[in-house]
């Protein structure tokens, strides 16, 4: 067994793992998920100039880093299990007795095929981010696939200016994951962020 595999033995029902190509809003999804009270979250992951631990307030002064992406701290897989700061994230986690969520730009079901993935789906010519396309060269966006820990997430359906496509597709997701919905505040967070696209 690799050190990532007993890793990830480890996090099977602490952790879930966001999977995205890079600009498909993988950020956006993992704070969407983490406003519910299972999951781990604080004012440092938020990466704000506010202190705030609500990853669905958008903050008056922004994120510190590509605020239109939402970008937070200790998510991203690789440099979260191996810095310190990361590991001291989890470990809080941990003892909240809180689920830890992850994301990462590549597959981990050759290593572990409990963990819970959602996988980010979508078109991306239809997602209209061209503040984002100018740093991110985007590929096109996951295809859906069919295996026992995976839920496809259709981003585009996530983030429609249509009122009941976002809503099937949030309750969709609160359903798979057993999350209380929120629409209200979630939906007011994506016409926040989908504002900050142009």
């Known amino acids: 067994m690799t050190p990532s595999r007993n890793i990830l033995k480890k996090l099977e029902n602490k952790a879930i793992i966001i999977e995205y190509i890079r600009g498909s809003a993988g950020n956006l999804v993992g704070r ?27 903050p008056k002064g922004d994120y510190k880093a590509r605020a239109n992406t939402c ?26 007795k809180k689920l830890y969520i992850f994301r990462l730009n590549s597959s981990l079901r050759h290593l572990n095929n409990t963990i819970k993935v959602i996988r980010i789906v979508g078109i991306n010519n239809r997602n209209n981010r ?46 798979n994951l057993n999350l209380t919905p ?17």
Not at 35 to 55: A, L, V
Not at 76 to 90: A, M, Y
Not at 184 to 198: A, G, P
Request: charged residues 25%; proline residues 3%; glycine residues 2%.
């Open 71 to 96: 970008e937070s701290r200790y998510g991203f897989f690789d440099t979260t299990i191996t810095s310190v700061e990361g590991r001291n994230s989890i470990l809080k986690a941990m003892k909240a």
């Open 130 to 175: 061209p503040s984002l396309y100018t740093t991110h060269s985007v590929k096109e966006f996951y295809k859906p696939i069919k295996h026992p820990n995976t839920y496809n997430l259709n981003i585009n359906n996530l983030t429609s200016t249509d009122y009941n496509i976002f809503k099937k597709e949030y309750i969709g997701l609160c359903n």
């Open 32 to 58: 969407i998920i983490a406003s519910d009270n299972k999951f781990y979250w604080d004012h440092d992951m938020n990466n704000s100039y506010e202190y705030e631990s609500n990853p669905i307030k958008w």
């Open 182 to 198: 929120n629409i209200e505040e979630v939906r007011n967070f994506l016409l926040i962020w989908k504002d900050k696209q142009k």
